[in-house]
T-cell receptor, first 112, second 112 residues
Framework: KAGVTQTPRYLIKTRGQQVTLSCSPI?????VSWYQQTPGQGLQFLFE???????NKGNFPGRFSGRQFSNSRSEMNVSTLELGDSALYLC???????????FGSGTRLTVV | TQLLEQSPQFLSIQEGENLTVYCNSS?????LQWYRQEPGEGPVLLVT?????EVKKLKRLTFQFGDARKDSSLHITAAQPGDTGLYLC????????????FGSGTKLNVKP
C-alpha cells in the first residue's frame, strides 16, 4: 500500500514569496498533520486536519496555513517567506484511534 | 523549552556495544512513541507504548514506558551500523490526543 507522498521534495524560494506544499496521506487515513523540522528547534507541530477541518493548531504565525480536501489530501501554504522558514516540512497521517504517525519524506524548503 | 527531554543528544559507539537513550518529561502522556529518522527522510515509527510499565521488544531494541507515563527508554543490544540515525521520542497528549510533542532527538552513530 502506498505511503505518504509529499511534493515537491525540494524547493528554493526568495524572501517575500509564497509557497504551497502538497501531501497525499495513506488511503483511509483521515488525519493529516504537518510539522516543521529545523536543526535548532527539532520537530514543531504546525497543524492537524481531520475530515477537511483544522482540529489542532501549533504556535506558528498566521503566515502558515493549510487545508484538507474531501479525498484527505492536504496542502500547506506559507506566505511572505522569511529566511527562518527554511526547514524540512513533514506531513504525517494516522488512522483514527491509533497513536502513531506514518510520515512522508518531507519537502526541503530553502528561502534565499 | 521542550516538553520532552532526550538524552544523550549525541552518541558515537562501536559496533557490538549496548546503549540506552532516555526520554523524560514532567508531564503525563497517553502514549509514547519512538521513531528513527535517516538523513533526508521522514521519521519511521518503531513502537508505540500506552500502558505505564509496559515493555516492548523489537529484535535488538527494547522500549520501556515509565510507571507514571512520564518517561521512556530505548535500549539497543549489540548495536550495528544499520542502527545509525536520529532517534526521536514523541508523547501523545497530555492535553490533546491528536497532537504529539517531539523530543529534540538523539543522534546515534555506530561505527563498524
Amino acid at each position: 500500500k502506498a505511503g505518504v507522498t509529499q511534493t515537491p521534495r525540494y524547493l528554493i524560494k526568495t524572501r517575500g514569496q509564497q509557497v504551497t506544499l502538497s501531501c497525499s496521506p495513506i488511503s483511509g487515513h483521515r488525519s493529516v498533520s504537518w510539522y516543521q523540522q529545523t536543526p535548532g528547534q527539532g520537530l514543531q507541530f504546525l497543524f492537524e486536519y481531520f475530515s477537511e477541518t483544522q482540529r489542532n493548531k501549533g504556535n506558528f504565525p498566521g503566515r502558515f496555513s493549510g487545508r484538507q480536501f474531501s479525498n484527505s489530501r492536504s496542502e500547506m501554504n506559507v506566505s511572505t517567506l522569511e529566511l527562518g522558514d527554511s526547514a524540512l516540512y513533514l506531513c504525517a497521517s494516522q488512522p483514527e484511534g491509533f497513536e502513531g504517525y506514518t510520515f512522508g519524506s518531507g519537502t526541503r524548503l530553502t528561502v534565499v | 523549552t521542550q516538553l520532552l527531554e532526550q538524552s544523550p543528544q549525541f552518541l558515537s559507539i562501536q559496533e557490538g556495544e549496548n546503549l540506552t537513550v532516555y526520554c523524560n518529561s514532567s508531564s503525563v502522556f497517553s502514549s509514547l512513541q519512538w521513531y528513527r529518522q535517516e538523513p533526508g527522510e521522514g521519521p519511521v515509527l518503531l513502537v508505540t507504548v500506552v500502558t505505564g510499565g509496559e515493555v516492548k521488544k523489537l529484535k535488538r531494541l527494547t522500549f520501556q514506558f515509565g510507571d507514571a507515563r512520564k518517561d521512556s527508554s530505548l535500549h539497543i543490544t549489540a548495536a550495528q551500523p544499520g542502527d545509525t540515525g536520529l532517534y526521536l521520542c514523541a508523547g501523545g497528549g497530555p492535553y490533546n490526543f491528536n497532537k504529539f510533542y517531539f523530543g529534540s532527538g538523539t543522534k546515534l552513530n555506530v561505527k563498524p
